[in-house]
């Protein structure tokens, strides 16, 4: 199994690694014992968040395949968990079957957009723009859902409002629940986090991941090889998509509200940005690259959020010009570099 997570990582190699692996790991399970509720729940968020980076990664760092669309089903996932749950009056076990429903739900809306855009054969940068616009579409559409009339049963959209008043997660556990808020909702996230890495670890570094490498360097020849590509990159844009839809969900229980500016323009570009910023080849990169862009995000924003996005685009300027293939894989290369010097 250890040679399955290893694979041709950039990063994500060594004994160095896993031994800075269980540190870290260790250090963000002792977190909540050393910090207050309040940034925790904090952290909770920017975990989930990384779900959606990791999905572009797969999609656009292995298969390449430029998607546009990941807040598209993040909103289509959230919407669609406050549906269920306000509708049901879900608690216990059941807001987690409104969490699937949600992700099943957006899943099945990316086979079908994934379908005709793949087996069309459109590609490149049209894939980027059909998904781009997937995206502007839907929080156009949501964003006059404010009158009475956009309902769903007791579910209502709300507009530019956003809709609101769905319950958080609960864990069934003996004769009560536990509400997923704070300290739970933290190592519920971070449980999930470490379970979707290690297991896309498992299948990029699989004969399937192989497979997606070879489409990304050339179809032609993938295809003259016998692989059926449309077929692997459908199944690719589908799980790199569902994984946008978790974090959806997850967001909208975590704070019990969805708006339709979680699916606009500047919003749709931020996976661009934390996965080019960090490195797209490379899943080890994005998490880490996606959790401390957005820690510093989320920083900013407290004293201007307009600078917080001028950042944002200016280090997705010098990514572009300076370090193509991510800072953060560059940062990586370059202590191994100075670390096999000192061993040496």
Same mark, same amino acid.
């Given at each position: 199994m250890l040679n399955v997570l290893n694979g041709p990582q950039t990063l994500g190699n060594g004994r160095f690694f896993w031994t800075g692996f269980v540190l870290v790991l260790m250090f963000a399970l002792g977190y909540p014992a050393i910090s207050d509720p309040y940034d925790v729940g904090n952290i909770a968020y920017l975990l989930l968040?990384?779900?959606?980076?990791? /999905?572009?990664?797969?999609?656009w760092g292995y298969a390449g395949m430029f998607s546009f669309g990941q807040t598209a089903f993040f909103g289509v996932a959230?919407?669609?968990?406050?549906?269920?749950?306000?509708?049901?009056?879900? @608690?216990? #076990?059941l807001t987690f079957l409104c969490l699937l429903g949600g992700v099943a739900v957006a899943a099945l809306f990316a086979a079908l957009l994934g379908y005709f855009l793949?087996?069309? $054969?459109?590609?490149?940068?049209? !894939?980027g723009i059909v998904t781009f616009a997937t995206t502007l579409a839907l929080a156009a559409f949501f964003g006059q859902t404010a009158g009475p009339e956009w309902a769903i049963g007791k579910a209502r959209f709300n507009g530019f409002n956003g809709m609101i008043g769905m319950p958080p997660l609960e864990l069934p556990w003996l004769d009560d629940n536990i509400v997923l808020e704070g300290i739970a909702l933290y190592y519920f996230v971070l449980c999930l986090v470490l379970v979707v890495y290690l297991g896309l670890r498992i299948l990029v570094n699989s004969r399937f991941g192989n497979v997606l490498v070879a489409i990304r360097e050339d179809p032609l020849r993938t295809e003259l090889l016998g692989y059926d590509v449309r077929k692997y990159q459908l199944i690719t844009f589908v799980v790199g998509s569902a994984l946008a839809a978790l974090s959806g969900g997850l967001y909208t229980? &975590?704070?019990? +509200?969805?708006?339709?500016? @979680?699916? #606009? %323009?500047?919003?749709?570009?931020?996976?661009?940005? &934390?996965?080019? !910023?960090?490195? $797209?080849?490379? %899943?080890?990169?994005?998490?880490?690259?996606?959790?401390?862009?957005?820690?510093? +995000?989320?920083?900013?924003?407290?004293?201007?959020?307009?600078?917080? %996005?001028?950042?944002? /685009? !200016?280090?997705?300027?010098?990514t572009v010009l300076l370090v193509p293939s991510g800072f953060v894989i560059g940062v990586g290369r370059l202590l191994g570099r100075l670390g096999r010097g000192v061993t040496s």
């Open positions: 968040s990384t779900l959606t980076a990791l /999905g572009l990664s797969l999609m959230g919407y669609t968990y406050g549906v269920i749950s306000i509708n049901l009056g879900a @608690s216990g #076990g793949i087996y069309g $054969r459109v590609s490149g940068v049209f !894939f229980a &975590w704070g019990q +509200f969805i708006p339709p500016a @979680s699916m #606009g %323009l500047p919003a749709a570009a931020m996976p661009i940005i &934390w996965v080019a !910023f960090s490195g $797209r080849q490379d %899943l080890t990169a994005t998490l880490v690259g996606t959790f401390l862009l957005l820690l510093v +995000f989320q920083t900013i924003t407290v004293y201007s959020q307009q600078y917080a %996005l001028i950042l944002m /685009g !200016f280090l997705l300027l010098i």
